[in-house]
């Protein structure tokens, strides 16, 4: 049965490619992203696959954003079968002394509150009588600190215990909660990465490589990957998985 799925960080890199691989899969996708000409591209491929398929402006670092973006997904839609939590940043790269205070609490907000603030809003139109299944990207960084990454660590953590907390309590409510790190993707994330200054981030040389050495992964291919656990088909409620491992 054709569902309705959640995407955010559709506009470009992983999430614009899970959210045309859902939608191929014969579903509508709710595609979310800052507003953008990126996300209008987005929409319109959308649409050339489903027709009902629609992509709404909403910074996920603000809380007045997300409700309106919700009044309008609730307008449209009476029930999410999934929610895929992939919007992210990687920034500030910078030592955690030096981080400016505004752009790390802006981190934390898009890559942890926002998607609690998302999640909660959409409570009434997410599990009951349907379930829902709550996907979230992960990373290698919620398990390792890096230097230079420490926003992005905490959040990636922070994300990982959020998803097994709704796990824990999805479990009365038909709400099932995955989180599954990608690998090493080539996005703009990756290319922000290896324009970091060495000083902020000691690891650079070995992300140089890695983008040299043909090491990153098609975001496509990591979609088709990702489908059937964005989809609520395969992965136990509560899981931590890593795209490499499957
Ligand atoms: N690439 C990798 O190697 C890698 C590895 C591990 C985990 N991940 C994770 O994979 C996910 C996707 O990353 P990516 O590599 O595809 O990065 P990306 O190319 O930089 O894309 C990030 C997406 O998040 C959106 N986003 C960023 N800030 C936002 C905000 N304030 N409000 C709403 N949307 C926002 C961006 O949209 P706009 O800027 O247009 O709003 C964009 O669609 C992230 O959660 C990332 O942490 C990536």
Not at 50 to 66: F, H, N, P, V
Not at 96 to 121: C, F, H, Y
Not at 188 to 195: C, F
Not at 207 to 217: A, K, P, T
Request: glycine content about 8%; some cysteine.
């Amino acid at each position: 049965m054709k569902g309705v799925f959640l995407v955010t960080g559709a506009s470009r890199g992983l999430g614009r490619s899970i959210a045309l691989e859902v939608a191929k899969s014969g579903n509508t996708v709710i595609a979310l992203a800052r507003p953008s000409i990126d996300l209008d591209n987005v929409e319109s491929e959308l649409q050339t696959i489903d027709k009902e398929s629609i992509a709404i402006g909403c910074d996920m670092a603000l809380e007045s954003e997300i409700s309106t973006a919700v009044t309008q997904i609730k307008q449209r839609f009476s029930h999410l079968s999934g929610i895929i939590h992939n919007a992210g940043t990687i920034s500030p790269i910078s030592n955690l002394m030096d981080a400016p205070r505004e752009v790390w609490e802006r981190a934390i907000k898009v890559n942890l509150v926002g998607v609690q603030d998302l999640t909660q809003s959409l409570d009434s139109i997410i599990g009951g009588q349907s379930h829902t299944r709550i996907l979230t990207i992960s990373s290698g960084a919620a398990q390792r600190s890096l230097h230079g990454w420490s926003a992005y660590c905490v959040s990636k953590a922070g994300l990982d215990m959020w998803t097994k907390c709704v796990a824990e309590e999805g479990v009365n409510e038909n709400i099932s909660a995955v989180a599954i790190a990608p690998g090493i993707v080539d996005t703009a994330m990756q290319k922000e990465i290896r324009d970091a200054d060495e000083s902020d981030f000691p690891l650079l040389p070995n992300f140089i490589d890695y983008y040299r050495n043909g090491e990153l992964s098609n975001p496509d291919d990591v979609a088709e990957k990702l489908l059937p656990f964005c989809l609520g088909e395969s992965g136990e409620n509560g899981d931590r998985l890593d795209v490499r491992n499957l």
